[in-house]
């Protein structure tokens, strides 16, 4: 059967990191790869990253040849040569093993990643790479050629190249993936898969089968760089993407598939069950495993959520559904009684819980304080302030809710801070 022919018509997005790509070698192993795929009967976009270390080489020869006056317009032009070059030399490799192939460049008419103007770090015009991409990319796959497109570069519409920042060739990847309605999109880099922790910091670390994108999101922020966080707001929830090890050669290889989706803007999603603040204080709480713990047992036991916690050297607070038993309070009360470390419990009723969540969130800066000077502008009291990945979690009175509600969003959108409603 010939490598071009075509059974199943399932389409995938393959995207190769600079360490896939860094001498011939290692180029034809991920030439090979693909070989396998297609005798699968797969259609394939393929995205490629600039070769080992060839952009940090340009931007260091650029800087130092022409200073800190460089027009980032410029530097943007340059730093695109190296997933240029990339794409020229893989799409020449798929051909030499006779393979129907060919590559888009941002100099072309047909260029499918369309940006604003933010040279260094462009933002994709989504609708217009949807549009592009229909027309350059899904014909020619549909007639069996693996099109090779260079990741990290956009052209704005004036026909001026951009850059996309760190994680480019990911966004490349996810856009394409998405727009293409693909079955798979495949991340091939130089790790086994996404662990389950940092294998330069724990020994033996396990790889994940599977991971779901809200649990993903807290381990991007660590510095891990299987994938940038802000290529996963243009993952498609009906896409899978799996991370695998370009030592395998082989596409199918086990890996780890990340599922779901996160949304593109920022949420913000009130809860509807009214929540309450439980209070505990006393003297080096935090220094007691034990008074924890037998503060979350009871918790279980009466199979309660704990919607947020809050705890320093002499207090603990949980932030409950309001509806929980009221035999859970005596519990609660009864630790603090027979706990040494414990003085007294206070419980505030009727509280909101608000979650402010996107990502990059928390890498916007002034969005915290935009968001509680508003609330403190008008008067809304808060009650608990939790910042974590992506997500900022608020409460405050019940009765305040719903202004609080639209006064977080509109402190968002005078920041500029896009918001989706939440349906």
């Known amino acids: 059967m010939s490598v071009n022919e075509n059974r199943s018509n399932r389409c995938i997005v393959v995207k190769f990191g600079g360490s896939s790509l860094t001498d011939g070698p290692s180029i034809l192993r991920a030439v090979n790869s693909l070989i396998k795929e297609k005798m699968r009967g797969s259609q394939i976009a393929v995205v490629v990253s600039a070769m080992g270390k060839t952009t940090d080489l340009l ?24 997933e240029r070059t990339s794409a020229r030399i893989f799409a020449a490799a798929l051909r030499a093993k006779g393979l129907k192939s ?30 592009m991409i229909k027309e350059s990319v899904q014909p020619l796959m549909n007639d069996g050629v693996i099109v090779v497109i260079p990741g990290f570069i956009g052209k704005t519409q004036k026909g001026s190249i951009t850059t996309m920042g760190r994680g480019g060739s990911d966004v490349t990847t996810m856009i394409l ?7 798979r999109a495949i991340l091939v880099t130089d790790v086994d898969g996404i662990m389950s922790a940092d294998p330069k910091i724990v020994e033996r670390p396990q790889t994940l089968k599977e991971i779901e994108i809200d649990s993903l999101v807290g381990l991007a922020d660590s510095g891990s760089k299987f994938i940038h966080k802000k290529a996963l707001r243009y993952k498609s929830p009906e896409i899978d993407v799996k991370v695998i090890s370009n030592a395998s050669g082989d596409l199918s290889s086990e890996g780890t598939t990340i599922r779901g989706s996160f949304p593109e803007n920022i949420v913000v999603k009130p809860y509807p069950e009214t929540s309450m603040a439980v209070t505990i204080v006393g003297k080096a709480i935090s220094e007691s495993p034990r008074t924890l713990q037998d503060i979350l047992q009871q918790i279980k036991r009466f199979n309660v ?19 929980s038993s009221g035999e859970l309070l005596e519990a609660l009360h009864s630790i603090v009684v027979a706990d040494e470390r414990t003085i007294a419990m206070a419980v505030r009723k009727n509280l909101a819980f608000v979650d402010v969540k996107g990502l ?38 019940l009765k305040d809710r719903e202004k609080a509600i639209q006064l977080i969003k509109d402190s968002l959108k005078e920041s500029r801070t896009l918001v989706d409603e939440e349906k």
């Open 59 to 82: 931007i260091s020869t650029a800087s130092q040849a022409c200073g800190s006056d460089f027009p980032r317009e410029a530097l943007d032009d340059i730093m695109a040569i190296g």
């Open 102 to 131: 060919c590559y888009l460049d941002p100099s072309d008419p047909n260029w499918p990643i369309i940006t604003d103007e933010s040279f260094n770090n462009a933002k994709p015009i989504l609708h217009l790479c949807a549009e």
């Open 177 to 183: 993936a998405r727009c293409l309605s693909a079955q």
């Open 305 to 323: 959520s704990i919607r947020g916690m809050s705890i320093n050297h002499n207090s603990l607070i949980l932030y409950l559904p309001t509806d």
């Open 360 to 397: 990059g969130l928390e890498e916007t800066p002034g969005i915290v304080s935009a968001i509680t000077g508003a609330l403190s502008q008008a008067g809304v009291n808060l009650y608990g302030v939790f910042t974590i990945t992506s997500s900022v979690l608020l409460f405050t009175d």
